[in-house]
């Protein structure tokens, strides 16, 4: 048995018996009506993944239960049954959402191998409706992390945004989550049911990123040994996100300006334009006013994807969110790893954190989370589960700075000097060594040696 539900309607009640025993022998659950009233009606409390109804019939016709069954089960397959002569109009109900027909009388191969294609059909578009709904629920508004005035400023800008159709342009430094911000538009948007197609233009040579943008006919140059689509049809009545805009070649910003302006794109070795309906969506950590300067960005392209400009700021300048961010990425790893939700950060550890300045922005935050509930296995991350960038750069090297002006004021040698640093960084740490030639910035074995050289015992720090 398959457990797949299939439904069939015909007025026809010796070919639906003939039909309901093939399908039933190969392990299928059939359901037969005479009548199509009845289909729907049994619908609207069944699932089913596939309904096979004869074209022509007396009370309503092939077409207009395709209608009704689309409106109410749109991922249900439908395949029409058609007497000789209305092979034509089957094909015209295929493009109103008929999956396929079948010409009567058919062969039981025929039959198995069309009710079987239909099926695996019906569960794609479940399985893609299920994804979408997971993105959308993924790229909400409540998901995103950050209660700093700066940030609730950008999330009302997204929320505005996402209602229009408008081109927009994400800047901020890398690792501040331009891409995140574009899915949400996306998955926000009247196009949340269409296509997000992401392309890097950093990421693609720039002999191939005419070919990836705007597709190309076989035979356009050397390599197109078959005809490609490009990445504005590939988006169709969805959105395109051009990250790193700023990298593309001036060739290229004339080709992209005028498929922004015009709507249109001519794939390589091609004389036709093709008419496209795609939302842009760009972004870029360099300034654009700059590059126009400099000669390498049109102006005119700017202004046409500079519509409504979203600039997201360092994680440096929102210091304020870089806790809720820290317990955001703990509950996500913590959950993903292990399905609960107990670990934590003790003061020790958050206060490196907070004290970092994070030069690679959320994106860094989210590695050193994810690598330190993998060094914890399990329990609290203390600051030797951080990187070691982390525990150096976080301010206190300022801090050390100032002593060692002030000691160094005071007609101290170097030694003395190092010595009180050391001292210090144990005793800080509770004499545990790794912890603090992390403090240091020093390898775990030359902590030991200067610990041997100014005959500090690990006994002292207990």
């Known amino acids: 048995m398959n457990d797949k539900?299939?439904?069939?309607?015909?007025?026809?009640?010796?070919?639906?018996?003939?039909?309901?025993?093939?399908?039933?022998?190969?392990?299928?659950?059939?359901?037969?009506?005479?009548?199509?009233?009845?289909?729907?009606?049994?619908?609207?409390?069944?699932?089913?993944?596939?309904?096979?109804?004869?074209?022509?019939?007396?009370?309503?016709?092939?077409?207009?239960?395709?209608?009704?069954?689309?409106?109410?089960?749109?991922?249900?397959?439908?395949?029409?049954?058609?007497?000789?002569?209305?092979?034509?109009s089957a094909v015209d109900a295929m493009k109103l959402g008929a999956y396929d027909f079948i010409s009567k009388p058919c062969s039981k191969e025929e039959l198995k191998l069309k009710c079987r294609n239909a099926i695996a059909y019906s569960a794609m578009q479940i399985e893609n409706r299920m994804l979408k709904e997971k993105l959308s629920e993924k790229f909400s508004f409540a998901n995103f992390v950050g209660k700093s005035v700066v940030m609730q400023e950008v999330f009302?800008?997204?929320?505005?945004?996402?209602?229009?159709?408008?081109?927009?342009?994400?800047?901020?430094?890398?690792?501040?989550?331009?891409?995140?911000?574009?899915?949400?538009?996306?998955?926000?948007?009247?196009?949340?049911d269409g296509p997000f197609v992401a392309v890097n233009c950093n990421a693609i040579p720039k002999e191939l990123i005419a070919s990836e943008l705007f597709g190309h006919k076989k035979g356009a140059f050397t390599s197109a040994v078959t005809e490609k689509k490009g990445k504005f049809l590939l988006a169709d009545k969805g959105t395109l996100f051009l990250d790193d805009i700023g990298d593309i070649t001036l060739d290229i910003q004339v080709q992209l300006l005028r498929a922004i302006q015009e709507r249109v794109i001519s794939p390589l070795g091609s004389e036709k334009d093709i008419e496209i309906d795609v939302r842009i969506l760009a972004a870029t950590n360099k300034d654009i006013e700059v590059l126009i300067k400099k000669n390498s960005f049109r102006e005119d392209l700017y202004h046409r994807i500079n519509i409504f400009p979203?600039?997201?700021?360092?994680?440096?300048?929102?210091?304020?969110?870089?806790?809720?961010?820290?317990?955001?990425?703990?509950?996500?790893?913590?959950?993903?790893?292990?399905?609960?939700?107990?670990?934590?950060?003790?003061?020790?550890?958050?206060?490196?954190?907070?004290?970092?300045?994070?030069?690679?922005?959320?994106?860094?935050?989210?590695?050193?989370?994810?690598?330190?509930?993998?060094?914890?296995?399990?329990?609290?991350?203390?600051?030797?589960?951080?990187?070691?960038?982390?525990?150096?750069?976080?301010?206190?090297?300022?801090?050390?700075?100032?002593?060692?002006?002030?000691?160094?004021?005071?007609?101290?040698?170097?030694?003395?000097?190092?010595?009180?640093?050391?001292?210090?960084?144990?005793?800080k740490v509770k004499?545990?060594?790794?912890?603090?030639?992390?403090?240091?910035?020093?390898?775990?074995?030359?902590?030991?040696?200067?610990?041997?050289?100014?005959?500090?015992?690990?006994?002292?720090?207990?």
């Open 156 to 192: 009302q800008l997204i929320k505005k945004v996402s209602k229009t159709d408008s081109t927009v342009l994400i800047t901020g430094e890398t690792g501040t989550g331009k891409e995140i911000v574009a899915h949400s538009i996306h998955y926000n948007s009247i196009r949340k």
């Open 5 to 88: 539900n299939i439904i069939i309607v015909d007025d026809d009640k010796n070919l639906t018996k003939m039909l309901t025993f093939i399908l039933e022998e190969e392990g299928y659950n059939v359901v037969a009506f005479y009548e199509p009233h009845s289909c729907l009606s049994y619908m609207f409390d069944h699932s089913c993944e596939l309904v096979i109804t004869d074209y022509k019939m007396p009370e309503m016709s092939g077409i207009e239960l395709l209608s009704k069954i689309k409106k109410y089960s749109p991922e249900t397959s439908v395949i029409l049954l058609t007497a000789y002569g209305t092979v034509s």
């Open 310 to 427: 979203i600039y997201l700021p360092p994680l440096r300048k929102r210091k304020d969110d870089i806790a809720l961010l820290v317990n955001h990425f703990v509950k996500k790893y913590s959950i993903q790893n292990t399905g609960k939700n107990e670990t934590t950060v003790t003061p020790e550890a958050f206060h490196f954190l907070n004290e970092y300045e994070w030069p690679g922005n959320v994106r860094e935050v989210e590695n050193a989370i994810e690598r330190a509930l993998i060094l914890s296995e399990g329990g609290d991350i203390l600051p030797d589960h951080l990187p070691n960038r982390v525990l150096v750069k976080n301010g206190g090297n300022n801090r050390a700075r100032e002593t060692l002006f002030d000691l160094l004021d005071s007609g101290l040698s170097l030694e003395e000097v190092e010595k009180f640093l050391l001292e210090n960084a144990l005793d």
């Open 431 to 462: 004499g545990n060594q790794t912890m603090a030639a992390k403090l240091l910035g020093i390898s775990r074995a030359t902590l030991i040696y200067r610990m041997e050289k100014y005959n500090l015992k690990e006994t002292s720090f207990d």
